[in-house]
């Protein structure tokens, strides 16, 4: 009888303590934020002058909307946030996806358009010599 109930008490506490650790990890892991970096674009370059206008925009297009020709005095990034673009250079043309980070140099001339049936996003990073 002692024996049994040894057994038992041995069970309950085995039990309450592998609920509570349960529970415990549980609610630990569950109320850590992360913090994590995606590397979207790596470039060395020797455009960027010492002097530098930094200008960044939201660029919006509605449904086929476009840019129209036009060229940078300096390097560019963009970032496609939403929606799918199309980049015309002179070299030919370019598909931009959401989650894609393109390097234009200088004075590439260019025209951005929205082919898709929604709207389209990108963050451009504009890295122009100051005046």
Excluded: C
Excluded at 84 to 98: D, F, I, M
């Amino acid at each position: 009888m002692r024996r049994d109930r040894r057994v038992l008490w041995t069970l309950a506490v085995f039990a309450a303590g592998a609920v509570v650790g349960l529970v415990a990890g549980s609610a630990l892991s569950a109320s850590t934020p992360r913090m994590w970096a995606d590397v979207l674009l790596t470039r060395t370059t020797s455009e960027i002058p010492r002097t530098v206008s930094l200008r960044v925009n939201d660029d919006h297009w509605d449904p086929g909307a476009e840019g129209g020709w036009h060229r940078h005095p300096g390097p560019t990034i963009l970032y496609v946030m939403e929606g799918e673009l199309s980049e015309a250079t002179r070299e030919g043309p370019n598909t931009l996806k959401q989650g894609q980070a393109v390097w234009r140099p200088a004075r590439n001339e260019h025209n951005v358009r929205n082919l898709g049936p929604g709207p389209a996003r990108a963050l451009a990073i504009h890295l122009d010599p100051a005046q």
